[in-house]
């Protein structure tokens, strides 16, 4: 069947650290990935989106890597602070439904000083 | 106002009563959605209006009845409920009905509960 997995614990890094948050999926082929934030009581904010034929993205302390041979994608937050505290979701798009988007679960990312 | 609102911000309803939920977005966008958000689990894509023409029913159950009057306003219509539809409603808006490729903006979303 098909699945996307994301971390189903909270990840606890220190302030000033990377954060690496993974997103594995089974039984797709997205064309697209998308990575969300959201915040408790919130609705999801877009940050980035990456083509299968792009193997990283980026902005500013964000990347997003895609590799469709293991079927993950990795997001990083380099320099972490306490504010980029949220979940994150990521969520896959395909070519031959465009109309939607898939979401995994969501990561819980905690940064403490 | 800017983005997409939605309202209520709450709503508690008992099993036979019929409510709707309110979408609206300020962005010029042409196609929206609405999402079920439930504790544990992945956002579920329920509809999907492209132009005011409902382009995707994701085998929602027709107690759930949506309306969209125009590009700008998205409704969600609420009859005879169960429990077990107590959610985060998410109402979302993109440029166009692509989805998969479109950046999606959302609203804050309504807090359903259902007695």
């Known amino acids: 069947s098909q699945k996307i997995e994301q971390n189903s614990e909270a990840l606890n890094i220190q302030e000033g650290k990377t954060a690496t948050l993974t997103c594995n999926y089974t039984?797709?082929?997205?064309?697209?990935l998308q990575w969300y934030r959201q915040d408790p009581g919130r609705g999801p904010v877009f940050l980035l989106l990456?083509?299968?034929?792009?193997k990283e993205k980026r902005k500013e302390r964000l990347k997003v890597t895609f590799d469709t041979t293991l079927k993950q994608s990795l997001f990083h937050i380099t320099a972490s602070q306490p504010a980029d505290s949220a979940t994150y979701l990521c969520a896959l798009g395909t070519s031959y439904n465009t109309d939607k988007l898939i979401f995994g679960t969501g990561t819980r990312l905690q940064v403490f000083p | 106002e800017t983005g997409v609102t939605q309202t209520p911000r709450h709503l508690v309803m008992g099993m036979t009563n019929k409510k709707s939920l309110k979408c609206e977005q300020h962005?010029?966008?042409?196609?929206m959605y609405w999402y079920k958000q439930s504790a544990k689990k992945p956002l579920e894509l329920m509809f999907v209006y492209s132009l005011e023409e409902r382009v995707e029913n994701n085998s929602v159950p027709s107690r759930f009845s949506p309306e969209c009057p125009n590009s700008s306003h998205l409704f969600l219509h609420l009859h005879t409920l169960q429990p077990e539809d107590s959610a985060l409603y998410l109402c979302?808006?993109?440029?166009?009905?692509?989805?998969?490729?479109?950046?999606?903006?959302f609203g804050p979303g309504t807090r359903l509960t259902v007695l």
């Open positions: 039984n797709y082929s997205p064309a697209y």
């Open positions: 962005l010029g966008h042409n196609a």
């Open positions: 979302a808006s993109s440029q166009e009905g692509r989805g998969a490729t479109d950046t999606q903006y």
């Open positions: 990456i083509r299968e034929n792009e």
